[in-house]
């Protein structure tokens, strides 16, 4: 019997992403890739919320290291997933999907604040609720935003998007013998230092029994398939 899809998900995709094949910013044609992906979900109708990194432009411990203070960093790099935001919710109404940006940081000419209440009434209107801003705190990372919206939107899964297949013993970019993990516990996850995700958004995660899938976004139809709860990546539960 096929399983039934999950209802509500949580899409986390890293601002990395976003660079496609530049060095740096937003490529325009893994935009719309990604708006394709995203439009290709139509047909389960569901309800997405997605949480979108700012590493493409700025990330705020590099630009700490390099002097810059701290805080004032990672509210830079919390605006940079407001420009990814934005860009990711203009292809989604360049081909026909209503979509919603709520960001934690006030940005009221273009965005809305996060309210809970807001979120679930997009949902029932089937508009994709975009997330931006991180938790709006200095020190998170958007893989914890992403836990924490997941959990207050009582999604299934986070479903973590990626350039490889799943989580593997060793960087699969740099070894030929890496093996990659089919399902993983979020302590292994923590344990083994696999540098998936950091140990805030897993111990949220797994706190409030939230399963992550981690999987190959640039492969097409893979949004779908996870969804579908096919078996692909590495489940981490
Ligand atoms: N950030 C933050 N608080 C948050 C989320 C993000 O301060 O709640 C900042 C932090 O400086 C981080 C940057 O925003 O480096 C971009 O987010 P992240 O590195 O998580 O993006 P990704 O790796 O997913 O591209």
Redesign the pocket.
Same mark, same amino acid.
Do not use: C, H, Q, W
């Given at each position: 019997m096929k399983n039934k899809p999950f209802q509500r998900v949580l899409l986390? !995709? @890293?601002?990395? %992403?976003?660079k496609g094949e530049r060095n740096y910013g937003i490529d325009p044609k893994f935009l719309d890739f990604l708006a394709q992906e995203i439009h290709d979900l139509k047909e389960l109708n569901i309800e997405i919320g997605i949480?979108?990194?700012?590493? $493409?432009?700025? =990330?705020? !411990?590099?630009? @700490?290291m390099n002097g810059m203070d =701290?805080?004032t960093?990672?509210?830079?790099? %919390? !605006?940079?997933?407001i420009m $990814?935001a934005l860009a990711l919710n203009d292809a989604l109404k360049k081909i026909g999907l209503e979509s919603r940006v709520q960001s934690?940081l006030e940005l009221k000419e273009v965005t809305e604040p996060f309210i809970l209440e807001k979120t679930l009434h997009h949902f029932e209107k089937k508009r994709i609720v975009i997330f931006a801003?991180? &938790?709006?705190?200095?020190?998170?990372? &958007?893989?914890? &935003?992403a836990a !924490?919206r997941a959990v207050e939107i009582k999604s299934e899964v986070i479903l973590k998007a990626t350039k490889v297949n799943g989580i593997y013993n060793e960087d699969p970019e740099k070894s030929k013998n890496a093996k990659q993990y089919k399902t993983l516990t979020y302590l292994d996850v923590i344990n083994q230092k696999l540098k998936i995700m950091d140990t805030t958004a897993l111990s949220l995660s797994m706190d409030n029994h939230i399963p992550i899938i981690v999987f190959n976004l640039n492969e097409k139809g893979n949004i779908k398939r996870a969804i579908n709860k096919e078996t692909i990546g590495t489940l981490i539960q």
């Open positions: 986390k !995709l @890293s601002g990395e %992403m976003f949480v979108i990194g700012g590493g $493409n432009i700025f =990330r705020g !411990l590099a630009a @700490s =701290r805080v960093a990672d509210y830079t790099g %919390m !605006l940079a997933t $990814n934690a801003g991180g &938790t709006g705190n200095p020190y998170f990372t &958007t893989d914890t &935003t !924490l």
